[in-house]
């Protein structure tokens, strides 16, 4: 695996917005959910947000009213411990993005399903967690959501070293708007890569790389993931040992169990 | 063609190909330039090496030909802007940089872009107020592996676009994409009136009419951005090609471009309002749909944008500003009407017959053209069975998109819509309070008979129309 570079990363954060909820107002227990720590979590929100650049995610994101990625793959394979999910966010293939949806996936403790709704609907729905469209991964909040799904990036910390849920996590939202509704980039470099929570999970030295940064993910309902993204091209190795992208670009797989 | 167009800040200069660079020359290519008698091109190209350009000398006079036509067509394209009053590149020498490329002349470099691109035009450095940079172009040596059907074609492609950059560049170093490749994709077809790159450009702004023209799409080379040039030849086609020159000099310095290309059209003694609505039919007759009214005198090449909805039209949607919705209707016969949710007056609509009625022939000069001040419901007028389109835009500059419900059809038909306003305004076909029992129906003969809800909208429709002082009745009721 190449070196990431931590400055970019850091950067990527900084610009981010960081989660503060509404108080949790409900609370659920964790047996609830098949997940593996018993401790007590906090709804984070319970009602929708509604966005404020709705006219121009639509625009700048292409997203659809009449479109659902309703044949995309998402499934998974039990790993240990840990769900592998795949999720196919190949959108019709490099340059044809624009013309087709985001595919919409929602954590469960049964795995990972895939959410049957429009790009725009998904902007009035606390439904999904995370959304899926060539490179880009949204969550569900802050510029990209009206629920209130947010990450921490650890890239100091590998997956399996990550064990439980640290005290003060600051959890951030997906970031991309100004406050005059202007689009922020995140610091890759790339035009069009919107400034989002889970950026860290590539790098581009010319290619797609995964950086096996792991997140913590905190769901609308308090549960927290834990998550690293494995895969983008389906011969990752080739982007990340050579520098050269091979085989099919936006098939994501991702690797994620409940911590909390 | 897929260029790159790099606009950063550069420190003293630009790294040139012949120094280093992400395309550029290796150290073991044989370097070689070539000066035209006319000095204001230089050619900088490799005889031997990894690229090496192909070395056919047919007039055997020492240059390989693929370099000499370069040159030639940099120096076409170079008169053919200067014929119509734009600005000449700079050179490294003319923003006080010397000779970085051997000579004064503007310096194109022919190297291997490997299919990663065809052509790029980089900055050397910038200066004044506003910003103008003086810069080089390069462009692939031999295109091999590319879609163009022959060398010389992909140069009389690329040259003239990356050269155009360079004009660009001598007004503003500070264009976005959608002004900078729309007006280098124009022109194009300025130096080939058929160039089938700016028709597929073109093509690709037609997949997605319903996104604004300054607003592009996210990502590093987006299509719709260079298919913008359809607007810009639009523009200059109802005016003059010196309408881009007036662009690019309002464009200087804008702190907002969209405005500055409104005030360039009312400058003309046109409005923005006006042309978007010729250049929204205009695209509408294209390809097979050509023809049947005034279009672009390449319309048969271009791809027909696709509707949003086709059969019966009953669409909630977003209209963004400078961007157009089509939708086909199949229309049954008989009276034809129209409603809108709500009224929207920043919203203009056209309803447009087909030459023969059917869903890919000509379309024919607009029936109707109006704007949503009027919710409606109201008739379009007794039509003939067929296909219609019908095109609703926001011609004008905005911040936001305009939602809106709509519904066209039959009487029966535009009934069924809006049920929520529907059951609001009576849909058990109860009048109104205050409102008169329809005492007659405008609709049709032989046309379907009203339902009680209908009977309702067509009194609206009916008393409505009874104190306008200009019915907007169709030309061809």
Redesign the interface.
Known sequence: MKAYAPVYHILVLAGLGACNGDGGKDTTDDTDTGATATTAVEAVCTEPTELTCV?EI?????LH??LVADSAEVSDRVAGDDFVTTIDATAGGF?N???NPWVYVKFTPEGAQRVDIDDETALDSMEWHLAARRFVLRLNGGSSGPSCVGAAAFIEQSYEDLTEVPDDVNYVYDDFYSGDCT?INDASG?????QVALGPWWDYPGCVETTDVPFLVQLEDGHVIKLRVEQYYTEQDSCNNDGFPSGTSGMFKIRWTFLR | MFSVLWLTAVPAHAVRPTEGGLFSFDASDTIATYDPADPRIRVTFSSDGPNQVPDVDLDEDGVPDYVQIAAEVALEALDLYESYGFRAPLSEADVGLGPLGGSPALDLYLVDFDRQADGHYDVDTCTGDPLVCGGYLTVENDFAGYAYSTREEGLRVVVPHELFHGVQLAYSGELPVWAAEGTAVWAERLYDPVSWDFMRFANAYLEEPTRSVDNPPIGAVPSFAYGTGLWYDFLSLRHDPTVIDDLLGAWAGSPDLTQSMIDVISARGDTVEDAWTGFATWNLATGGQSGGLEGYPYADLLTPPLPEQSGQIDDDNRFYPLATTYYRLNHEGGELWFALEEPQPDLTFAVLPTSDGGPDSPVLEPLTTFDGSDAGPFSLGDQPAGKYWIWGAQPRYGDNSIKVALCAGTAAEVDGCFATTGTETGDTGAPLDGEDEPKGCGCASGGPAPSGGLLLLLGLAVSRRTGRAAPRRTSAA
């Open positions: 006219d639509i625009s700048d994101l292409s009213d009449d340059g993005e624009t013309a689009l790339l035009d069009g890569s919107p």
